[in-house]
């Protein structure tokens, strides 16, 4: 038999909704919004320049209900484009394709095959010696183990199972259709095409056990890299298995270690050399960046006590790179010395301290803190102040708006101590 390749991808998210970006007045808004669409459509060129023989989709196509019926004839479209190059497509639906109601009933070209949500199925393509199982998502959370109902392995063919699941767990990802890899290998299959977690991994070889990852990061979690995965059949067996890019923005978080930067142009120096090699690394697509600046340095009180300024200057920097585009600065550095003898008193300002290193952001949210905690939080710069905090987000209390009030508080007694 003449070797063969077949794509296997997940977690497209058609036209997901952007998030916590209104607070971004520079956002490339439009062209985020867009990134999906676009990174889909060069997954399709790319099957149809390939002659794949067909294309697999492992869940969460969508991202829920849709906004209007444009996402479903986006999508319809693309498979017609696959349909006129003899390229079928095989899809189990996933956690967020089974919360939307309007795709249930949505008329596809006869090349997509969308697998039931009653019992796993079993898809015999004689002509290439492959049999897909599968089975779709009825309701948007399952806690059962599906693996347990699929049938065993088929001698006859070579076997492919997709599943929409987050094996025995994976970190930022719900516990949807928990198995385990023995579960997955009991089976006898050749190749399992996993959904439901955005990160790239290759589970086992012996057999495949693939994540694909999604084909676009949509927010600053999914930094790097993002694609699909080719798959070389020959001979009745997958000789060859590797990843294709297929983002078209790439998010990335920089660290810029400012150790022993005294300067504003130590610092402006050292991020200008950061950027260019996440640049040089983003293989010429636009850049989403998160700076984050680290390490015993110099300047943290002054960048804590006059962040305005620094970021206006840093934004400054950011916009003399063609396709770069600032999301957002944490300032992460610490102080040459320590401010344990300033601090460690029965002082107003010392219990304030102590005060803030307690605050449980699950009992309380920022409307209940301290009027004084109140007042300072107000007092940070706008570029801190994000949309979370306006949410009362706990999670954005804990990691970030707590961190930023104490570092803001001692920059300014520092300052005051120096007058």
């Known amino acids: 038999m003449i070797p063969f390749k077949f794509i ?84 189990v639906s996933g956690n967020h394709d089974a919360a939307s109601q309007i795709s249930k009933s949505l008329p596809l070209p006869d090349n997509v095959t969308v697998f039931s949500v009653k019992k796993p199925e079993s898809i015999i393509l004689k002509d290439s010696g492959i049999v897909i199982h599968g089975q779709s998502y009825a309701t948007r959370i399952i806690t059962d183990n599906m693996v347990k109902k699929y049938p065993e392995r088929d001698e006859n063919y070579l076997n492919i199972g997709m599943l929409h699941t987050s094996l025995n767990g994976r970190v930022g990802h719900e516990s949807y259709a928990p198995c385990s890899i023995d579960d997955l290998k009991s089976k006898g299959y050749h190749y399992w095409a996993l959904g439901h977690v955005h990160q790239r991994e290759l589970v086992t070889e012996h057999p495949w056990i693939v994540f694909p990852g999604n084909i676009q990061g949509r927010h600053c979690k999914e930094t790097g890299a993002k694609g699909a995965t080719l798959v070389t059949v020959d001979d009745g067996d997958i000789s060859k298995v590797e990843h294709v890019d297929f983002d078209v923005l790439r998010w990335a978080i920089c660290q810029v270690d400012l150790s022993g930067c005294n300067t504003a142009a130590d610092v402006q120096k050292q991020v200008k050399t950061a950027i260019e090699q996440e640049e040089a690394d983003g293989d010429n697509k636009t850049l989403a960046l998160r700076l984050i600046l680290t390490g015993s340095c110099p300047l943290h009180n002054d960048l804590h006590a006059r962040t305005q300024e620094w970021l206006e200057d840093l934004h400054s920097i950011v916009a003399g790179f063609q396709g770069v585009w600032l999301e957002t600065v944490k300032i992460r550095t610490r102080p040459e010395i320590t401010l344990n003898e300033l601090l460690k008193d029965d002082s107003p300002v010392s219990s304030l301290l102590h005060t803030i290193d307690e605050v449980n952001p699950d009992e309380h949210d920022i409307s209940t803190l301290l009027p004084e905690l109140a007042d300072l939080a107000n007092k940070l710069p706008p570029a801190l102040q994000n949309i979370a905090l306006l949410q009362n987000s706990r999670t954005y209390l804990a990691e970030e708006l707590l961190p930023d009030v104490r570092e803001l508080l001692v920059a300014r007694l520092v300052a005051r101590g120096k007058e």
């Open 8 to 91: 296997h991808t997940a977690d497209i998210h058609l036209d997901s909704p952007l998030k916590g970006l209104e607070a971004h007045t520079d956002a490339p808004v439009e062209e985020i919004r867009a990134a999906c669409r676009r990174a889909f459509i060069k997954l399709v060129d790319f099957a149809i320049t390939e002659q794949i023989h067909f294309l697999l989709i492992a869940g969460d196509l969508y991202d829920g209900n849709w906004k209007d019926y444009h996402t479903g004839l986006f999508f319809a479209k693309q498979m017609g484009r696959l349909n006129g190059a003899g390229i079928k497509v095989f899809i």
